[in-house]
């Protein structure tokens, strides 16, 4: 069994930073990759920012050139760094962990951004 602890959300005014965090514990294998997801409220939970065992990464559009998503494999953590933060970005952030097939999802953390 895999445990996902998401972080670091909360309110913030446009244009600044929060950095969250994904702490899994359990069963977990070397190979994998860590996601952060978000929900809005009314729409499709939407891939945020993805990032693989070796460090491969990969953004949504909306979010290139403001997120960063990195990753500390010997804690098992992923995080994401959220700068020049705008009211569209307000959502509930999932963290992920795809492995051997299998997904695992945090609980999410509220960021909410205000204008």
């Known amino acids: 069994q895999v445990q996902l602890v998401e972080s670091g959300g909360g309110l913030v005014q446009a244009g600044g930073s929060l950095r969250l965090s994904c702490a899994a514990s359990?069963?977990?294998?070397?190979?994998?990759?860590m996601s952060w997801y978000r929900q809005a409220p009314g729409k499709q939970r939407e891939l945020v920012a993805r990032?693989?065992?070796?460090?491969?990464?990969d953004y949504a559009n909306s979010v290139k050139g403001r997120f960063t998503i990195s990753r500390d494999n010997a804690k098992n953590t992923a995080y994401l760094q959220m700068n020049s933060l705008k009211p569209e970005d307000t959502a509930v952030y999932y963290c992920?962990?795809?492995?051997?097939?299998?997904?695992?999802w945090g609980q999410g953390t509220q960021v909410t951004v205000s204008s």
């Open positions: 992920n962990l795809l492995q051997r097939d299998n997904d695992y």
């Open positions: 990032i693989t065992f070796l460090g491969t990464t």
């Open positions: 359990g069963s977990i294998f070397s190979i994998n990759s």
